[in-house]
């Protein structure tokens, strides 16, 4: 890797300042109560999509109370968080794809009003945290993890907006269960785009002499 990356790895993190700390809180706090929001009504309406991005909400929530934990570490720790936060990553697309194919047999059409009020609501959490992080997110491998978060959301409520409208349409399930699988291919996407960043941050970082 790039030797200019050798002289780096113990500087404290370009996004450890009040204004990135007020903006991670802030998105902790938002993406929080968007879980609850969603895990709510994500039941109440029988909508997987919304379950998926509830439990995505709550992903999101511990990845920025993880990195406010890190972000006065050196590169090897905030590369190390990245790491674990690119295979979560991974772990929640393979586990909605799971529980889509599992719906495929045992599903009925969601309430498509619920999904698009609570879609709505969702994105506009979303947009608000993307605008607030876009400064950082050419940063570290950790600070572009919690960027892709951001934006993989945004882009995932306009999804279940448009599978809400589908299945008020047609009154079937799978505009519902095709957004869910997107949303998993997405988060895999990701996830190999963190690990790599991750991957090079890490091997760049010298091994100390014994």
């Known amino acids: 890797m790039s030797h200019a990356c050798h002289h780096h790895h113990d500087?404290?993190?370009?996004?450890?300042?009040?204004?990135?700390?007020?903006?991670?809180?802030?998105?902790?706090?938002?993406?929080?109560?968007?879980?609850?929001?969603?895990?709510?009504?994500?039941?109440?309406?029988?909508?997987?999509?919304?379950w998926a991005d509830a439990?995505?909400?709550?992903?999101?929530?511990?990845?920025?109370?993880?990195?406010?934990?890190?972000?006065?570490?050196?590169?090897?720790?905030?590369?190390r968080l990245a790491?674990?936060?690119?295979?979560?990553?991974?772990?929640?697309?393979?586990?909605?794809l799971a529980r889509a194919a599992w719906a495929v047999l045992n599903g009925e059409p969601p309430q498509a009003e619920t999904m698009g009020i609570v879609g709505t609501l969702a994105l506009i959490a979303n947009v608000g945290v993307a605008v607030m992080l876009y400064a950082w997110r050419e940063g570290d491998a950790n600070m572009r993890a919690v960027w892709l978060c951001s934006r993989n959301d945004a882009l995932g409520n306009v999804a279940v907006m448009a599978a809400a409208g589908a299945v008020a349409?047609?009154?079937?399930?799978?505009?519902?269960?095709?957004?869910?699988?997107?949303?998993?291919?997405?988060?895999?996407?990701?996830?190999?785009?963190?690990?790599?960043?991750?991957?090079?941050?890490?091997?760049?970082?010298p091994t100390p002499a014994p």
């Open 11 to 50: 500087d404290p993190s370009p996004g450890n300042s009040p204004a990135y700390r007020r903006v991670l809180w802030a998105a902790l706090i938002i993406n929080a109560a968007m879980a609850a929001v969603e895990i709510t009504w994500g039941w109440r309406a029988g909508s997987l999509a919304l």
């Open 55 to 79: 439990l995505d909400f709550i992903g999101d929530a511990a990845n920025y109370g993880a990195s406010l934990a890190v972000l006065s570490a050196g590169l090897l720790w905030r590369a």
């Open 83 to 96: 790491w674990v936060k690119g295979w979560a990553m991974a772990i929640f697309g393979v586990g909605v």
């Open 169 to 205: 349409f047609t009154g079937l399930a799978w505009p519902d269960l095709l957004v869910a699988v997107a949303m998993a291919s997405l988060a895999l996407h990701s996830s190999r785009e963190v690990l790599r960043h991750a991957r090079a941050e890490l091997n760049s970082v």
